[in-house]
């Protein structure tokens, strides 16, 4: 029998149904520990995360929508502490999954996004020298995905292409060495249908703040190395109709079970040298 793996899950700053995502995970056959920001961050660090096999990010960490309507969000800088343990599990290869709506965690702290491969901005912001516009979202959008040609791991048994209801996002993902692609948006979605993330938190109107729409991207998952650690990011993810899918279960089963693998740390061991951060 396969060895059931322990698996940290961080949660909070999004919605989500917290029993249908531990009915996913344990569906997996895996053993979920979950754990509400902020408290999530005081434990990411070698020490506690010591008999965990791999980390599930479903956070939305360093965002205070509690900020005043004209400053929403304010972006909170991580504690000293937190980057610290953070890093640490980078540099000991900690494989760790990112979900969803985990792409838009830490805005303040650019480490954080170079390393997990892009980022969902709340407000306009500079990434990479760049001034980039606010992200777009649009939900319960019909989709088919499409995996991304190769053996990977993460892609053994899914069909080449599947269905799904999920959030679309129209974000930041970085062109950098080393990000391997797993999944493609598979259907043609026109940018104009998305929605402001500024807008939404604001309560704010096109013509009262013009939006430079970002082009949408089409790819919605890849593997990249984070220093010595392997990681993959899912922008599927945001509802229960996704988590119970069994497609979905496959590819973020697949995820999960090669980070927390030797053959994920080697990969990513040979692949840092390509990474900038």
């Known amino acids: ?15 989500f149904d917290r029993n249908a995502l531990e009915a996913m995970v344990v569906g997996m056959g ?3 520990t979950i754990v509400d920001q902020p408290a ?9 995360m010591a008999r ?30 937190f980057k610290a343990g953070f890093q640490a599990l980078l540099d000991q290869g900690k494989g760790m999954v990112m979900m969803h709506h985990a792409i838009a965690g830490w805005p303040a702290w650019p480490f954080y996004n170079e390393v997990l491969g892009g980022i969902f901005l709340y407000k306009p912001t500079e990434i990479l020298g760049r001034s980039r516009p606010e992200s777009g979202y649009l939900g319960d959008v019909s989709y088919t995905a499409r995996r991304a040609e190769g053996d990977h791991p993460v892609l053994a048994g899914v069909p080449e292409r599947f269905d799904l209801t999920d959030e679309l ?13 797993l999944l493609y948006l598979d259907t043609p979605v026109d940018a104009g249908r998305f929605h402001s993330a500024l807008h939404a938190v ?15 991207n089409p790819l919605l998952g890849w593997a990249k190395a984070a220093r010595n650690s392997p990681l993959v990011y899912l922008q599927p993810g945001d509802s229960a109709a996704t988590y119970a899918d069994e ?15 030797p053959e994920g740390a080697q990969w990513a061991k040979a692949k840092a040298s390509e990474t900038a951060v």
Do not use: C
């Not at 999530?40 to 506690?48: E, K, M, R, V, Y």
């Not at 309560?203 to 949408?216: H, N, S, V």
């Open 30 to 32: 895996m053993e979920p």
């Open 52 to 81: 965990y096999d791999a980390i599930l990010f479903y956070d939305m960490p360093g965002l205070d929508f509690r900020a005043p309507a004209a400053e929403r969000p304010h972006f909170v800088e991580p504690e000293p502490a």
């Open 40 to 48: 999530a961050a005081a434990l990411l660090n070698p020490d506690a």
């Open 202 to 216: 604001r309560g704010l109107t096109e013509a009262e703040a013009p939006w430079a729409r970002p082009t949408l």
């Open 1 to 15: 029998m396969a060895k059931r793996l322990e698996i940290f899950v961080a949660v909070k700053g999004h919605p």
């Open 169 to 181: 996002y129209l974000g930041e993902i970085h062109e950098q060495a080393g990000i391997e692609p």
């Open 247 to 261: 497609n979905y279960r496959l590819l973020l089963g697949n995820a999960l079970r090669w980070v927390a693998s």
